[in-house]
């Protein structure tokens, strides 16, 4: 981008950012004031499914995904992991529409609805294209900030939209913290106990890993959700809800090339090398940001206090107690809602 804009321009497009940041930070109290007794009366599963899907052409794809609240709310754009989908926040969006918030949680690249425009395109699944996808989605729907909230998968591309757009964001929830990863990073061995969490990692990049998955993804993703989540009673009608989305016909091909892209075992595109570079130089993240982590997450993470000086805006931790595992949103959606809520008004 290049930087000849005169002083005149400038003070105009100053005062205009003012102008609207005072009307955001509007909403967002609004959206404070509200929150209280919303949250206090929703527990999880309360919820099964939400009013409307929509669709829409964005970058690569024709995205599938679920808008609830105001059309004029503050937008928050909610992103699901592997093997999720939308409805880990069944019960989060109603929280935060009722606060006044305009709610938007789109199906990745490989899940739901989704599909490439291209019968040609890459079915690539590493890091950087899917924050693009997230980019375009955005721009579809001429969004210019808006906040980023995810887990799992979702939260690694929350982090890298908050870290390289960080003009999108407004501000940042992340489960898990901070998740942005190279392939040159990933080349260090790890001790044995760490090795053995990404078992299905080193799985799937054998060919008998992919025939596996593909014909029994919906075994193996129960199994992942009950080995992240092990204290987490979620009953067959939960989990078949989500199953659904992986029937996407790019499913398989994306996951497996995630995860091989991860060991540096397939190459990504070259549109994204660029970008992947800048990734792994591990960027910091300067947007207001809230972490969270469960006290029952049965899948890889990070203590805490490693991943801190990742974020150097305004920030806060929060660990959460009860059983709670990967899929935090799911599990418990106020503490997701209430830190979507905080981290908009830093």
Known sequence: MTDDINQPRRRFFG???IAIAASQIGMLAIANAQTAKTLSSTAPGSNTGFRK???IDAGAL????????PAD????ILLHGWPYDIHSFVDVAPLLTSAGFRVLIPYLRGYGTTRFLSPGAVRNGQQAAIAVDIIAFMDALKIDRAVV???DWGARTADIVAALWPQRCTALVSVSGYLIGSQEANKAPLPPAAELQWWYQYYFATERGKAGYAKYRREFSKLIWRTASPNWNFDDATFNR?????DNPDHVDIVIHNYRWRLGAVPGEAKYDALERQLGAFPVIPVPTITLEGDANGAAHSDAAM???KFTGKYAHRALTGGIGH???QEAPQDFAQAVIDAASF
Do not use: C
């Not at 024709?62 to 609240?69: I, M, N, R």
């Not at 989500?242 to 992986?246: L, P, Q």
């Open 327 to 329: 899929n935090l949103p």
């Open 15 to 17: 005062s205009a950012a």
């Open 149 to 151: 909230a995810g887990f």
């Open 242 to 246: 989500s199953a659904d989305a992986f």
């Open 307 to 309: 991943y801190r000086a």
């Open 62 to 69: 024709s995205v599938g995904y679920a808008e609830e609240g």
């Open 73 to 76: 709310g503050p937008p928050v």
């Open 53 to 55: 899907l929509k669709q």
